[in-house]
């Protein structure tokens, strides 16, 4: 970086392939800490008993929390299925509802799943060089439909936002995103509960 004077500029870089940030230390969710999310508890179950699969990680740079500034990170979503429900993302409203959310697909081939409060919903297909605009007020989640190939996703927010997982955790999303023919097709989710308004 050229620069003439003390900056408080931060440049980094991103891996497109391994969606790792400036070797910064990531979070890993594995399929024990989504237990309530996927609706095949059996094959959950089964799941469990053989291990513990690591579903999906996610990198920022650990930017201060602070109004004005903007939270950056990747999240890399592995490929596989839970019964017949792909890999995804825990999902979340922001604490700050109103706060957006920007996407872009480094990799991979998946859904971002959106769906406000009061249960409107829209799926965002997403291809290596494509991006989707999340409004505010809609939660969010990402999903892996690729057999083979990670879905790595570069994300900016305002850094204030908050993450607010506990009403999906309640809820649920009122979609599901399953195989059918060896094709994904949304379902109607039949645990999702109207929530958070």
């Known amino acids: 970086m050229l620069t003439g004077s003390t900056t408080l500029a931060r440049l980094f870089s991103v891996d497109t392939v391994t969606g790792l940030i400036d070797n910064q230390p990531g979070m890993k ?5 989504m237990r309530g999310m996927f609706h095949d508890t059996e094959a959950v179950a089964a799941m469990l008993a053989e291990g ?13 929390a602070t109004a004005g500034d903007l939270a950056v990170g990747t999240s890399i979503v592995l490929p596989g299925k839970v019964g017949d429900e792909y890999y995804m993302t825990k999902g979340h ?6 706060a957006a959310e920007v996407y872009h697909c480094l990799a991979g081939h998946g859904y971002m799943i959106m769906e406000s409060p009061e249960g409107e919903w829209e799926a965002a297909e997403l291809h290596p060089g494509s991006a989707v605009y999340v409004p505010g007020r809609y939660a969010h ?3 892996n ?15 204030d936002a908050g993450h607010d997982y506990g009403t999906i955790e309640h809820q649920g999303f009122r979609k599901l995103v399953v195989e ?8 109607d989710n039949p645990a999702w509960q109207k929530g958070r308004s």
């Not at 969710?29 to 800490?33: A, E, F, K, P, V």
């Not at 439909?145 to 850094?159: G, N």
């Open 180 to 187: 059918r023919n060896g094709k994904p097709e949304l379902v």
């Open 145 to 159: 439909v690729s057999p083979t190939d990670k879905l790595i996703t570069f994300f900016a927010f305002r850094a």
């Open 93 to 98: 409203f922001h604490e700050v509802l109103e």
């Open 29 to 33: 969710r594995h399929l024990s800490s």
């Open 52 to 64: 513990d699969p690591l579903l999906y990680e996610f990198y920022d740079l650990g930017l201060p």
């Open 141 to 143: 989640r990402s999903v």
